[in-house]
């Protein structure tokens, strides 16, 4: 059977399209379904626990640092969905001070990634450090009224 050169470059962006689904969806499988160590030894970093709560005004993330220096907390914009949090820790924590004996190593910051919805506005964030949790209030750059029209 002959295929005409238009019909092989439309299965060729088929097979681009179906290669760039099947990496997505790697990492989607990689990011919310397996199970990480929270911790990263080649960066000495422990990746803390968040949880991230939205609402029509603010996207609100509350992160559990124990130890974490307040003055070093940074919050970097990854790409349009994605915020990168990172966070000195005023000591050194090993392994053993997590009640691991079997791991050897320390860990000297925090980082990690969250995922937010694109209508933020990240330069007006406000942080609030209250001993080990730390509140994140992210304005939304629109607000939603109950009738759906949007307003700025």
């Not at 090993?94 to 969250?114: A, N, P, V, W």
Request: net charge negative; charged share 35%.
């Amino acid at each position: 059977m002959y295929y005409s050169g238009r019909r092989r470059r439309e299965f060729k962006s088929m097979r681009e399209l179906l290669d760039e689904m099947d990496e997505l969806m790697e990492h989607m499988i990689d990011r919310f379904f397996w199970e990480h160590p929270g911790w990263n030894m080649a960066e000495a970093c422990l990746e803390p626990l968040f949880n991230v709560f939205v609402t029509t005004e603010n996207v609100n993330v509350l992160v559990d640092m124990p130890f974490a220096d307040a003055e070093s907390i940074d919050l970097k914009r990854v790409d349009e969905e994605t915020i990168l949090l990172t966070a000195k820790l005023r000591k050194r924590i090993c392994f053993r001070d997590l009640g691991m004996d079997c791991q050897t190593g320390t860990f000297s910051t925090y980082k990690t990634e969250i995922s937010v919805p694109k209508d933020i506005d990240l330069e007006r964030a406000e942080l609030d450090n209250r001993g080990n949790i730390l509140l994140i209030a992210i304005p939304r750059k629109r607000v939603k009224q109950l009738r759906g029209e949007d307003i700025e």
